[in-house]
T-cell receptor, first 111, second 113 residues
Framework: LAKTTQPISMDSYEGQEVNITCSHNNIATNDYITWYQQFPSQGPRFIIQGYKTKVTNEVASLFIPADRKSSTLSLPRVSLSDTAVYYCLPTDSSNTGKLIFGQGTTLQVKP | DSGVTQTPKHLITATGQRVTLRCSPRSGDLSVYWYQQSLDQGLQFLIQYYNGEERAKGNILERFSAQQFPDLHSELNLSSLELGDSALYFC????????????FGSGTRLTVV
């Protein structure tokens, strides 16, 4: 699976839009990009997944350029409750299915 | 409630002992995954079962074993426990593969003293 690089930490203020970028230079042709959110002492929670271009759901947007070597998770108008660790994972579309988590990005939202 | 149930929520035991962690996957999900999360190692994939059969193995120690039963619940057995085994153990489930995302349970916090 492709190695990913994300910022270790980011700070933001309530109401701002936050963009977290993940680099995955060696992503495989059949890999999706999936983002998970984890609060302290809780299991990770699926946020969004995409293959290319743009995907949007009620929580976030995911932008993946044509070369697929990076992706950007966009969180609109963050609140204090968005303080968490965010993981970017290339995910194999085959049924081997295991997810390999990197270090993630710790987002701290301040009032 | 994510639909994935893990028991117990907390477990304190002594070194050298054996414990069993239990996971009931979300209704209809066939795959179960076990992860270990400690402060210095992050989230480590241990093992995956699909419909009762082992599908993938990660950084699982020989002292650890797992199985998935016909009713699809899974158990993770940890034996000869060491202080370093203290961690959060998460179970996740999915219908088949990764395309629809995993659903994680709330974890079992194991403390070895």
């Amino acid at each position: 699976l492709a190695k990913t690089t994300q910022p270790i930490s980011m700070d933001s203020y309530e109401g701002q839009e936050v963009n977290i970028t993940c680099s995955h230079n060696n992503i495989a042709t059949n890999d999706y990009i999936t983002w998970y959110q984890q609060f302290p002492s809780q299991g990770p929670r699926f946020i969004i997944q995409g293959y290319k271009t743009k995907v949007t759901n009620e929580v976030a947007s995911l932008f993946i350029p044509a070369d697929r070597k990076s992706s950007t998770l966009s969180l609109p108008r963050v609140s204090l409750s968005d303080t968490a660790v965010y993981y970017c994972l290339p995910t194999d579309s085959s049924n081997t299915g295991k997810l390999i988590f990197g270090q993630g990005t710790t987002l701290q939202v301040k009032p | 409630d994510s639909g994935v149930t893990q028991t117990p929520k907390h477990l304190i035991t002594a070194t050298g002992q054996r414990v069993t962690l239990r996971c009931s996957p979300r209704s209809g999900d066939l795959s179960v995954y076990w992860y270990q999360q400690s402060l210095d190692q992050g989230l480590q994939f241990l093992i995956q079962y699909y419909n009762g059969e082992e599908r993938a193995k990660g950084n699982i120690l020989e002292r650890f074993s797992a199985q998935q039963f016909p009713d699809l619940h899974s158990e993770l057995n940890l034996s000869s426990l060491e202080l370093g085994d203290s961690a959060l153990y998460f179970c996740a489930s999915s219908l088949s593969g990764v395309s629809e995302g995993y659903t994680f349970g709330s974890g079992t916090r194991l403390t070895v003293v």
